[in-house]
Every structure is written in structure tokens, then in C-alpha cells.
């Protein structure tokens, strides 16, 4: 196994300023959530099927999973920031460019995280409207627009990773 540098990543502006969004919005979110609380049926909707339909009810307590859902993969993408050296990536790392690849890595986790943080919340917040209303709008095309952007966020970095860093093949003449 290749040694690489290990090297800490400040944190930029940006990236602190995502952090300030994803608390927002996850707090936010639990705000909500807890103003409605008495407004709710004791059953709601837990689970839509591909067109957003509700195809499965349970107790409004599964409610309070949501903030737990929101809150894993901040923490666990958070954590596994600190560790960019350990990661996985498209083209060899070396003392020159680790620390422009760590920077990219942690850059997109960060915008990953706000994603996910936005998705999971948005989907609470329709759970809760879904409840209140006996309406479910928007579940579907919310968790496909979800996926097309997470995805593309992953292809974009990736992509640039290696056309930025990949070792130009030497020819022969």
C-alpha cells in the first residue's frame, strides 16, 4: 500500500458556510417538526411507492427518526472529512498534489452532506404535510432530483479530479 501524505485540511469559507446551512436547516427541521407535533395524526404515512403515493402507515413517534436520519450521515461524513488521506482516488496521490486532491475530496463530502442534510429534511417536512394533509406531493420527483443531483456532484469532482491530476502517458517516437 502506497504511503500517503497526511495532511490536515483547514476548513475554507465555503465549506464553513455550509456548515452553517446544514445546522439551519437540520435544526430547523426539528423545529418543525416539534411545532406540529400536536397538530398530527396519531397514524401517518412512513412510506411512498415510486409515484409518491403513501403505501405504508405506522405511529407519528417514527417521526422523530427523521432528525436521527438526517443527523447519521452529517456526523459520519463530518468525521470521515478529518481523514482524507485514507479515501479512495482516481489517480495516484503524491506529496505535490495531496493536498489540492484532499482539498477537492473534503470540498465535495461537504456539498454531499448539505444534499443529503436538504433531502432527508425535505422528506420529513413531506412526511409531516403528508400527515396533516392525507396528501402526498412531490416524494417522487424529490428523491429523483435527489439522485440525479447527488450523482452529479460525485461525476463533476470525480471527473475533474482526473482530468486534473491523471499522469499524461509518455509516447513513444
Known amino acids: ?4 501524505p497526511v495532511i490536515r485540511v483547514p476548513r475554507s469559507a465555503l465549506e464553513l458556510w455550509l456548515e452553517v446551512v446544514n445546522i439551519v ?8 417538526l416539534l411545532v406540529r407535533w400536536s397538530d398530527l395524526p396519531s397514524t401517518i404515512p412512513i412510506h411512498f411507492d415510486g409515484s409518491g403515493e403513501a ?3 405506522g405511529n407519528r413517534a417514527t417521526l422523530l427518526l427523521f432528525p436521527l436520519i438526517t443527523i447519521a450521515p452529517y456526523a459520519l461524513i463530518t ?6 488521506h485514507t479515501f479512495n482516488y482516481p489517480v495516484a496521490v503524491t ?11 473534503v470540498q465535495m463530502l461537504t456539498w454531499l452532506k448539505l444534499e443529503l442534510v436538504l ?6 417536512i413531506m412526511t409531516i404535510r403528508s400527515a396533516e394533509t392525507g396528501r402526498s406531493e412531490g416524494v417522487g ?11 452529479g ?4 469532482y470525480l471527473l475533474y479530479i482526473i482530468r486534473r491530476f491523471r499522469t499524461p502517458k509518455t509516447t513513444i517516437s
Not at 500500500?1 to 500517503?4: A, F, L, N, Q, V
Not at 420527483?141 to 450523482?151: E, G, M, R, Y
Not at 456532484?153 to 463533476?156: E, K, R
Open 79 to 84: 468525521t470521515l472529512n478529518r481523514f482524507p
Open 141 to 151: 420527483i424529490l428523491t429523483i432530483t435527489a439522485i440525479i443531483i447527488i450523482l
Open 1 to 4: 500500500m502506497e504511503k500517503r
Open 25 to 32: 436547516v437540520i435544526v430547523g427541521t426539528l423545529i418543525y
Open 119 to 124: 433531502l432527508f429534511s425535505a422528506i420529513g
Open 95 to 105: 506529496e505535490q498534489n495531496a493536498s489540492q486532491l484532499y482539498r477537492l475530496t
Open 55 to 57: 403505501d405504508g402507515w
Open 153 to 156: 456532484t460525485v461525476l463533476s
